[in-house]
C-alpha cells in the first residue's frame, strides 16, 4: 500500500473483534509516532501504551466519547519541559502529527483505529492525569485507540473543490451558505 493509498483508507473505526493486538505492532506504531516532525525539533512526545483491561477500562471512564471495545491504545502526551520556551504551544502540532502517524501505521499493519480528542477540554485532562499518573509537566493530547475492525469501511477522500483558494482567501460563492454539519466520519 503506497502512502496515498493508506491516507484515503485510514478511517475511523469503533468497533473492533476481541483479538489483541501484539505489543511488537505497538511498539511499532509508537516508533512510526515519533518518525512526525516537531517544532524546532524538540520531540515532545510521550507515549503510553495500554493493552490491560483495567487500564483500558480507566481510560474509557474518563473519556465519555471514547468508550469502544478497543484492545489498545496509545496515549500521547507531551512533555511541556522539552517544549521550544518562544513555541511552547506548537506541542499540540507536535503531538498531532505523531498521532496521525500511530493512525496511518495502523492501517498499514490491518488495524483500525480512532482518534479521541482530550486537550483542551480541562475535565478530559484531569481525568486522564489523575488515571495515569502524569506528573504536571506531562500534557495529554488525545488518544488512538486500536484493534482489529470488526468492519473496514472503503477508502475515502473528503475533499470539496471549494476547500482550495489559491494565493489568498477571496470570497467565493456559496460563502454565505454555513459549512457542512458536523459528523463523526
Known amino acids: 500500500m503506497d502512502i496515498s493509498q493508506a491516507i484515503y483508507a485510514r478511517r475511523s473505526v469503533r468497533k473492533f473483534t476481541a483479538d489483541a493486538v501484539q505489543r511488537e505492532q505497538l511498539e511499532e506504531l509508537v516508533r512510526l509516532g515519533a518518525a512526525a516532525p516537531s517544532a524546532t525539533n524538540r520531540k515532545p512526545w510521550v507515549f503510553i501504551a495500554v493493552d490491560e483491561p483495567q487500564q483500558l477500562k480507566r481510560l474509557k471512564d474518563r473519556l465519555p466519547l471514547g468508550r469502544y ?22 506541542w499540540i502540532q507536535d503531538c ?51 484493534g482489529h475492525p470488526v468492519d473496514v469501511p472503503p477508502a475515502r477522500t473528503q475533499w470539496e473543490p471549494s ?23
Request: aromatic fraction near 6%; glycine fraction near 14%; proline fraction near 7%.
Open 163 to 185: 476547500m482550495l483558494l489559491w494565493q489568498r482567501y477571496s470570497q467565493s460563492v456559496g460563502d454565505d451558505e454555513p459549512p457542512a454539519q458536523m459528523g463523526g466520519e
Open 96 to 146: 498531532a502529527a505523531a498521532l496521525q502517524n500511530i493512525l496511518l501505521g495502523a492501517v498499514g499493519m490491518g488495524l483500525g483505529g480512532v482518534w479521541v480528542g482530550i486537550h483542551p477540554v480541562g475535565l478530559f485532562i484531569r481525568g486522564i492525569k489523575k488515571a495515569f499518573g502524569l506528573p504536571e509537566h506531562i500534557a495529554p493530547l488525545g488518544v488512538a485507540l486500536l
Open 69 to 90: 471495545n478497543a484492545p489498545a491504545a496509545i496515549l500521547v502526551c507531551a512533555d511541556m519541559r522539552r517544549t521550544h520556551p518562544l513555541a511552547r504551544e506548537f
